[in-house]
T-cell receptor
Framework: IAGITQAPTSQILAAGRRMTLRCTQD?????MYWYRQDLGLGLRLIHY???????GKGEVPDGYSVSRANTDDFPLTLASAVPSQTSVYFC????????????FGPGTRLTVT | AQTVTQSQPEMSVQEAETVTLSCTYD???????LFWYKQPPSRQMILVIR??????QNATENRFSVNFQKAAKSFSLKISDSQLGDTAMYFC???????????????FGQGTILTVHP
């Protein structure tokens, strides 16, 4: 089934540890995005990539890094996790940066203790 | 920068009744899209309806319709004949749009939890 997959589904992580959230899409979409969802704040954009090989910062990029080595994969890395990064993380993609419709993955629930 | 505000943290409605969710936004842009997304307990984000700012006609998708007031920067969602499956968190979202392209970055409101009671 075409779409976006995210791994892991959920994770409990000790503060200070490094963690990579994985995101893979098989729709050959050029643009990809990472959002975090927090109660009372909605979803906020962390980083985005308009095409393979390029990335950009969103609204809340501090503490996170991304890479886009190919079209399908867009991993999000927390170099040294802190409790404030406890959140649900969503990966999304769109055909390209001029497309209004974004397709979302199922999300990763991350708890940093 | 754009902001999107949903002032109703929670709403409830009886099955088969009509409910309206409110959304206001602030932007200096003239061309943009507005969206309503649904997030059921499964956590999946589902696009419910979309409105282009240049269109005066309000968008409609089956039981879902919007009331778009551009001058007032208001974008409410009306759900008619509410069903138990409509129980979800609903997010209003904004995306700017310029000269046939958009920038792909969505700005979301805080969300409204809607509960449909039998």
């Amino acid at each position: 089934i075409a779409g976006i997959t995210q791994a892991p589904t959920s994770q409990i992580l000790a503060a200070g540890r490094r963690m990579t959230l994985r995101c893979t899409q098989d729709m050959r979409h050029n643009a990809m995005y990472w959002y975090r969802q927090d109660l009372g704040l909605g979803l906020r954009l962390i980083h985005y990539s308009n095409t393979a090989g390029t990335t950009g910062k969103g609204e809340v990029p501090d503490g996170y890094s991304v890479s886009r080595a190919n079209t399908d994969d867009f991993p999000l890395t927390l170099a040294s996790a802190v409790p404030s990064q406890t959140s649900v993380y969503f990966c999304a993609s769109s055909v390209d940066s001029s497309s209004y419709e974004q397709y979302f993955g199922p999300g990763t629930r991350l708890t940093v203790t | 920068a754009q902001t999107v505000t949903q002032s109703q943290p929670e709403m409830s409605v009886q099955e088969a009744e009509t409910v309206t969710l409110s959304c206001t936004y602030d932007t200096s842009e003239n061309n943009y899209y507005l969206f309503w997304y649904k997030q059921p307990p499964s956590r999946q984000m589902i696009l419910v309806i979309r409105q282009e700012a240049y269109k005066q006609q309000n968008a409609t998708e089956n039981r879902f319709s919007v009331n778009f007031q551009k001058a007032a920067k208001s974008f409410s969602l009306k759900i008619s004949d509410s069903q138990l499956g409509d129980t979800a968190m609903y997010f209003c979202a904004f995306m700017k749009h310029t000269l046939g392209t958009s920038y792909g970055k969505l700005t979301f409101g805080q969300g409204t939890i809607l509960t449909v009671h039998p």
